[in-house]
């Protein structure tokens, strides 16, 4: 079969699909667009002529992932939509191995992305926010709900957490006190307690 052949029968979603199959089994290190190519049983150059170089892919799967958070059923209160669209967000990047990363390391001006971002923002302005403010409440919003669920993702099991150790033979006397804050299992109360930080001034 040619590439010709070959990419006539692929559709550039099929090779995101796959793609994001292959994240969730390899995770982001063991992503490339030759194991994509592999997965699918086509040459590399075929998954190369959908997405053209694999820092588009990576853009394409981002936007993918986003694609999942849905926007229907939100709140009629604004800022319980910003609240309710942060939550979807943190479950969509969650539900893919190194989700989060994935979309941290990529920044696609592609459908689904902007349009959870134009809800977003819409949500923020319902809210009675500035154009400038409903604009950086949205990215403080997504830098929050993707570096911590990146976090979560990343983090290790409790028997691998090498802070308590640390802390313990160190000279942290503050980090000592606040160590059962720290716990890396709390990360849902984590969640919630920044988002009331971050939109609290949404009630004010």
């Not at 992503?31 to 190369?48: C, I």
């Not at 403010?133 to 997504?142: E, H, K, N, Y």
Request: proline share 4%; aromatic share 4%; with cysteine.
């Amino acid at each position: 079969m040619t590439k010709r052949q070959e990419s006539a029968r692929l559709s550039t979603s099929a090779v995101v699909r796959a793609a994001v199959q292959q994240l969730d089994d390899e995770g982001l290190e063991g992503l490339s667009t030759r194991a994509v190519a592999d997965r699918l049983g086509v040459r590399m150059n075929t998954v190369l002529w959908h997405v053209k170089t694999k820092a588009r892919m990576l853009d394409l799967m981002a936007d993918a992932v986003t694609g999942e958070v849905s926007l229907d059923g939100l709140p009629d209160n604004p800022g319980q939509r910003v609240r309710e669209i942060g939550r979807r967000l943190r479950a969509a990047a969650l539900a893919h191995r190194d989700g989060a990363a994935l979309i941290v390391g990529t920044y696609p001006a592609e459908p689904n992305t902007l349009r959870l971002a134009e809800t977003l923002i819409g949500a923020c302005v319902d809210a009675g926010l500035s154009d400038r403010d409903a604009a950086w409440t949205a990215w403080t919003l997504i830098y929050f709900v993707l570096g911590l669920t990146q976090e979560e993702q990343a983090a290790p099991g409790p028997e691998e957490n090498r802070l308590s150790a640390a802390v313990a033979t160190g000279d942290f006397p503050m980090l000592r006190r606040v160590l059962p804050h720290l716990d890396v299992g709390a990360f849902d109360e984590r969640f919630e307690f920044g988002l009331d930080n971050i939109l609290g001034h949404l009630r004010r």
